[in-house]
């Protein structure tokens, strides 16, 4: 009982736009849960790496819009009608409500369910999938999603250093290379 009065006094604090934001997590996160549990694997990869080849690229009926925060932080998003979503507001609620849920919501399903609500608001988030070793030998994999660069869910940089990206859009890569000094990948001959 505690635990659900610490809940309770959580939510009394959060304002409107993030209980609406969490109401709308669940709704996600129970639509990829759902996806997941009738598609394999691949389709699942497929479908959400397929989508990596647009993602420089934006539906023509939204628009762009860039807002001032009191803080001083810029809040990207894109209109579409009257709508407006923060997409670093939408993987803060995704992971918050994945912790929550009564059904598993690992990574990748937060992945899915990050990427079908950025991508209903005219965002092209790109999906990472990353495999590491872990400390008994075995892989382990992970998966992340990304918008302009930045981590949307799965995870804060440090947290995804480790893992070997076996899946990225070329568009990271190339932006990597140039970050790292390297104006293009080697070639044999």
Same mark, same amino acid.
């Given at each position: 009982?505690?635990?659900?009065?610490? @809940?309770?006094?959580?939510?009394?604090?959060?304002?409107?736009?993030?209980?609406?934001?969490? $109401?709308?997590?669940?709704?996600?996160?129970?639509?990829?849960?759902?996806?997941?549990? @009738?598609?394999?694997?691949?389709?699942?990869? &497929?479908?959400?790496?397929?989508?990596?080849?647009?993602?420089?690229?934006?539906?023509?009926? &939204?628009?762009?819009?860039?807002?001032?925060?009191?803080?001083? &932080?810029?809040?990207?998003?894109?209109?579409?009608?009257?709508?407006?979503?923060?997409?670093?507001?939408?993987?803060?609620? $995704?992971?918050?409500?994945?912790?929550?849920?009564?059904?598993?919501?690992?990574? @990748? $399903?937060?992945?899915?369910?990050?990427?079908?609500? @950025?991508?209903?608001?005219?965002?092209?988030?790109?999906?990472?999938?990353?495999?590491?070793?872990?400390?008994?030998?075995?892989?382990?994999?992970?998966?992340?999603?990304?918008?302009?660069?930045?981590?949307?869910?799965?995870?804060?940089?440090?947290? $995804?250093?480790?893992?070997?990206?076996?899946?990225?859009?070329?568009?990271?890569?190339?932006?990597?290379?140039?970050?790292?000094?390297?104006?293009?990948?080697?070639?044999?001959?």
């Amino acid at each position: 009982m505690p635990q659900v009065k610490r @809940l309770l006094n959580k939510v009394m604090q959060l304002n409107r736009e993030q209980c609406r934001y969490l $109401i709308r997590a669940v709704w996600y996160l129970a639509r990829a849960r759902l996806a997941f549990s @009738l598609q394999n694997a691949q389709a699942i990869v &497929s479908n959400l790496a397929g989508r990596n080849l647009a993602s420089n690229t934006r539906s023509a009926s &939204s628009t762009h819009a860039t807002a001032k925060q009191p803080d001083g &932080s810029l809040r990207h998003g894109f209109r579409q009608g009257s709508r407006h979503v923060d997409p670093r507001l939408v993987g803060w609620s $995704i992971q918050g409500a994945a912790r929550r849920v009564p059904w598993r919501s690992d990574c @990748l $399903i937060q992945a899915m369910a990050a990427a079908q609500w @950025l991508r209903r608001h005219g965002l092209k988030p790109a999906f990472h999938l990353g495999v590491a070793k872990a400390d008994e030998g075995d892989l382990t994999a992970h998966a992340w999603l990304s918008l302009h660069g930045e981590v949307i869910v799965g995870g804060a940089e440090s947290a $995804i250093e480790h893992f070997v990206p076996i899946l990225t859009p070329a568009h990271e890569i190339r932006r990597h290379l140039r970050a790292t000094g390297v104006d293009e990948a080697p070639t044999d001959g």
